[in-house]
């Protein structure tokens, strides 16, 4: 199992610029979160998912959108890039026994 | 609501000597605990779980810690510090509810001195 990948690893927006930040998992886990990680800080949830075509957000949702269309992926959508969304992204899947799986990670500057 | 206290943002300590890192967390129901690590420039990795069995959890790498209901503590510990010990460690606790969210502890930092 490859377990949970994320792309990209690094990369560059300029202020108002839209991505994408892609979530993949081949353990058939049900439930998907998005984290961001600022310098310093633990991580805080953006949003999360249940199941295919079931959504929530969670402490930080401001200015990201996600889709869930199959078990396997969860991307991460940024639609108007702003120096504040400078982080690290991490994306998780949790297993039955309530143990998450983390990727590894997304680094994004916005300049 | 939850919330997880790290009493401490840095440890540093030789080589060879006992770890501790200190977690105190606050849950309106039966929480699960963890503790993960993580290494500069890295994603996170387990190191262990309570669930509601034995209070005293052992983990990978030699770590362990002891869930304290009457003091809300979650404390990890290591009798031996091993250089690859040097990393940031995150307590989180969840709560069984729509999506177990984690809710995160600012982080320990630990430094291994040689």
């Known amino acids: 199992n490859a377990g949970v990948t994320q792309t990209p690893k690094f990369r560059i927006l300029k202020i108002g610029q839209s991505m994408t930040l892609q979530c993949a998992q081949d353990?058939?886990?049900?439930?998907m979160y998005w984290y961001r990680q600022d310098p310093g800080m633990g991580l805080k949830l953006i949003y999360y998912s249940v199941g295919a075509g079931i959504t929530d957000k969670g402490e930080v949702p401001n200015g990201y959108n996600v889709s869930r269309s199959t078990t396997e992926d969860f991307p991460l959508r940024l639609e108007l890039a702003a120096p504040s969304q400078t982080s690290v992204y991490f994306c998780?899947?949790?297993?039955?026994?309530?143990?998450?799986?983390f990727g590894p990670g997304t680094r994004l500057t916005v300049l | 609501a939850q919330s997880v206290t790290q009493l401490d943002s840095h440890v540093s300590v030789s080589e060879g000597t006992p770890v501790l890192l200190r977690c105190n967390y606050s849950s309106s129901y039966s929480p699960s605990l963890f503790w993960y690590v993580q290494h500069p420039n890295k994603g996170l990795q387990l190191l262990l779980k309570y669930t509601s069995a034995a209070t005293l959890v052992k983990g990978i790498n030699g770590f362990e810690a002891e869930f304290k209901k009457s003091e809300t503590s979650f404390h990890l510990t290591k009798p031996s510090a091993h250089m690859s010990d040097a990393a940031e460690y995150f307590c989180?606790?969840?709560?069984?509810?729509?999506?177990?969210?984690?809710?995160f502890g600012g982080g320990t930092r630990v430094l291994v001195k040689p």
């Open positions: 989180v606790v969840s709560v069984g509810a729509a999506g177990n969210k984690l809710t």
């Open positions: 353990m058939n886990h049900n439930y």
């Open positions: 998780a899947s949790r297993s039955r026994v309530n143990e998450q799986f």
